[in-house]
């Protein structure tokens, strides 16, 4: 498996705090991306970064940011954690530029209450 | 972004060869066809890609036809390990990739 780690693996939170959720890769890849899955909805796109503090918004990316220092970091934050953004976040990594294919991490199940 | 558009769900039976065709009638002149699957409370995983024609490898043949405007995937001899959703996915190359997956599609093996 490529080297992704996602963290935490679970989270629950109140809704109006922040939250950040991290994705670390060991294959130095440069493409990063963050989608959520909800049932019915299938992977929806939130950010991506095409290098360190070059990002760009998905088809879901209002009410997230997000952070690329470091090649092997990218970080998610949910400024004020709403109801509606309780789902599972996958980070995924491309291994080659355009057409290599993704390596997704086992996801965090993140829940607002 | 070329969209795409898969059946929602497909049932089958153990032994039996699968095909699921993905519509991706925008695709553009650059991009490569991907599919992935997925299992419950997992990541996405990569089955096999492809550009056009016939890709095989050791889990799944892909078919391409020459205007490049949909793609199958085929799964020779599925078991019930193969029961999960299976999403095609269409590279855009533009040098800053957005990937977007559609809904895919719910295979249900049964024995």
């Known amino acids: 498996d490529a080297g992704i780690t996602q963290s935490p693996r679970h989270k629950v939170t109140e809704t109006g705090t922040p939250v950040t959720l991290r994705c670390h890769q060991t294959e130095n890849h440069r493409y990063m991306y963050w989608y959520r899955q909800d049932p019915g909805h299938g992977l929806r796109l939130i950010h991506y970064?095409?290098?360190?503090?070059?990002?760009d918004k998905g088809e879901v990316s209002d009410g997230y940011s997000v952070s690329r220092s470091k090649t092997e970091d990218f970080l998610l934050t949910l400024e004020s954690a709403t109801s509606s953004q309780t789902s599972v976040y996958f980070c995924?990594?491309?291994?080659?530029?355009?057409?290599?294919?993704?390596?997704f991490g086992n996801g965090t199940r993140l829940t607002v209450t | 972004l070329a969209k795409t558009t898969q059946p929602i769900s497909m049932d089958s039976y153990e032994g039996q060869e699968v095909n699921i065709t993905c519509s991706h009638n925008?695709?553009?002149?650059?991009?490569?066809i991907t599919w992935y699957q997925q299992f419950p409370s997992q990541g996405p995983r990569f089955i096999i890609q492809?550009?056009?024609t016939k890709v095989t490898n050791e889990v799944a043949s892909l078919f391409i036809p020459a205007d490049r405007k949909s793609s199958t995937l085929s799964l020779p001899r599925v078991s019930l390990s193969d029961t999960a959703v299976y999403y095609c996915l269409v590279g855009e190359d533009t040098g800053r990739r957005a990937l977007t997956f559609g809904s895919g599609t719910r295979l249900q093996v049964q024995p």
């Open positions: 970064s095409y290098g360190v503090k070059d990002t």
């Open positions: 492809g550009y056009k």
């Open positions: 995924a990594i491309s291994e080659r530029d355009q057409t290599g294919p993704l390596h």
């Open positions: 925008n695709i553009a002149t650059n991009d490569y």
